[in-house]
Each structure stands twice: as structure tokens, then as C-alpha cells.
């Protein structure tokens, strides 16, 4: 699907050979810069064939957000962008999902899975009245100042569509002016461990 999208939209690509050392699947010709690419894929677990059988039921379950099962994919994928890049070319992995509709990867899931659960921080005052003192991104974070920063950008692959959420922290982030050439659609955060919520942002570009 990945090499159906590049031949269609006229990217240049090659397969890295594999070896000992793990490496990405992928370096693409974008603006005259090299890209390596991860591709992971979001396959079937028990879960998932349980809830297949009532998909389109009485009895069909509700869309989720497998936000820790796509971290677990970046977390899986991190070290082979990270050898293939060598600190000198952006690096993307890119999600597809191949565990049912019910599996929603979106802004609020990739969210999830770069920057850690939003929750809120209560307390009591001086009155023992209850207060919110803070919320935002607060457990479970990959992606910081300080980690997974050969990570340019996380992609999300459905048939012949990539939508793209970029890292802030990127040690070597993919413009995004030559990264719409690949996506249809890409998003910026300003600063996700901001206290409040704070959004993605379309892309200026």
C-alpha cells in the first residue's frame, strides 16, 4: 500500500537491505532530501477477533483509541528510524491499521501515543474546597524534549492517504512543505506538555 502511494504520487523509493543491525524499511526522495521510512502495522489480537464477529451486529462494539498498542509500535520502530537516519535525515513511522474499524487511530489516539495520557491534576484549598489545579499531557510520554527525538514525524497510512503529525522536538524534522508532496494532510503541535490542552494545528504550508 506504502509503494502504491509512492509510485502514484511520483516519489522516489528504495527498500533498505535488511542485516544484523535493525534498520527502516524505506528511504524516499523528498525536495532533494533523503526520508527514511518505518512502516508498522496494527494487526489482529484476541480482543480483535472476538469484537470482528459482532462488527456490524446488534451487538457491535464501539470505535476505541488503541493509543498503547500504536506506542508500542513507535517504541518497536524508534530504534530502526534511529540506525537507518544516523542523526543526519528525518525519519518517520508510519501506522496502518489492519485490526478493524473499530480501531480509531486519529489526532486524540497519536496524541496519546507520542505524548502520554491527558488527565487533570485536582486538589483541595485552604477551604478543603476541591480545585483543578492543572491538566494536560501528564503519564506515559515517548516523545519529549529529551527522548525519541530522531522521530520527525508519525504517519497515518489508509489506502492511498498518509496524514502526518509531526515532532516538535525533531532533532531533524521533515519541512513541511516537501512532506505534502507524501501527505495528504499534516499537523503541528506547539507545545504538547504545555499545561492545558493544547491542539494539533494544521499545517501553514
Not at 171 to 200: E, K
Request: charged share 20%; aromatic share 8%.
Amino acid at each position: 500500500m506504502f509503494e502504491k502511494l509512492c509510485a502514484a504520487r511520483r516519489i522516489p523509493f528504495r527498500r533498505i537491505p535488511t542485516s544484523t543491525l535493525k534498520s527502516a524499511d524505506y528511504r524516499l526522495r523528498l525536495g532533494g532530501r533523503t526520508i527514511v521510512v518505518e512502516i508498522k502495522q496494527l494487526d489482529p489480537n484476541a480482543d480483535d477477533q472476538c469484537l470482528a464477529k459482532a462488527w456490524g451486529t446488534s451487538n457491535c462494539p464501539l470505535a476505541s483509541a488503541p493509543a498503547n498498542r500504536v506506542q508500542g509500535l513507535l517504541k518497536d520502530g524508534y530504534k530502526q528510524i534511529k540506525n537507518s537516519a544516523a542523526g543526519k535525515a528525518p525519519a518517520i513511522i508510519v501506522v496502518h491499521n489492519n485490526a478493524g474499524d473499530w480501531n480509531w487511530i486519529d489526532a486524540f489516539t497519536v496524541s496519546k501515543a507520542m505524548f502520554g495520557s491527558f488527565g487533570f491534576v485536582i486538589g483541595l484549598d485552604t477551604n478543603n474546597v476541591v480545585r483543578l489545579l492543572s491538566h494536560g499531557y501528564l503519564g506515559r510520554r515517548k516523545v519529549t524534549a529529551n527522548t525519541f527525538r530522531s522521530l520527525s514525524a508519525v504517519g497515518v497510512l489508509t489506502e492511498g492517504s498518509i496524514t502526518l503529525y509531526h515532532n516538535p522536538f525533531a532533532i531533524n524534522p521533515m519541512p513541511s512543505t516537501i512532506a505534502r508532496r507524501l501527505a495528504a494532510a499534516q499537523y503541528m503541535h506547539p507545545d504538547p506538555h504545555a499545561r492545558g490542552f493544547v491542539p494539533w494545528k494544521p499545517s501553514r504550508n
